[in-house]
């Protein structure tokens, strides 16, 4: 069992910043595939951002060029960089790992949860 923990949400203005944490209970660079997922009120959880276990980055359509996943072997912690921000990037935000180190899209695949952290972006 593997225990993801958030931090770093909270609020911000439109065009703002800010960067979430998820530090896994235990080794994961290089072994699973770690992903950002989001939920907004009403909505289904979508994949926003993910890296496999031979560092393949994908993102999301809609955070292109504004958000920047990236893991750190040493703290063996995932972050995500989150830079101009929108007031649809508003949703609690859940770090999430899968035992298979190449990353699929469907949430439903993945293994283990964190318990979010909200963002929230005021226009």
């Known amino acids: 069992q593997v225990h993801l923990v958030e931090s770093g949400g909270g609020s911000v203005q439109s065009g703002g910043s800010l960067r979430l944490s998820c530090a896994p209970s235990e080794y994961t660079y290089r072994r699973y595939c770690m992903a950002w997922f989001r939920q907004a009120p009403g909505k289904e959880r979508e994949g926003v951002a993910s890296?496999?276990?031979?560092?393949?980055?994908w993102y999301t359509d809609s955070v292109k060029g504004r958000f920047t996943i990236s893991q750190d072997n040493a703290k063996n912690t995932l972050s995500l960089q989150m830079n101009s921000l929108k007031a649809e990037d508003t949703a609690m935000y859940y770090c999430?790992?899968?035992?298979?180190?190449?990353?699929?899209?469907?949430?439903?695949?993945?293994?283990?949860w964190g318990q979010g952290t909200q963002v929230t972006v005021s226009s």
């Open positions: 999430a790992a899968d035992r298979d180190p190449i990353c699929r899209r469907n949430p439903v695949l993945f293994d283990y």
């Open positions: 890296i496999d276990s031979i560092g393949r980055i």
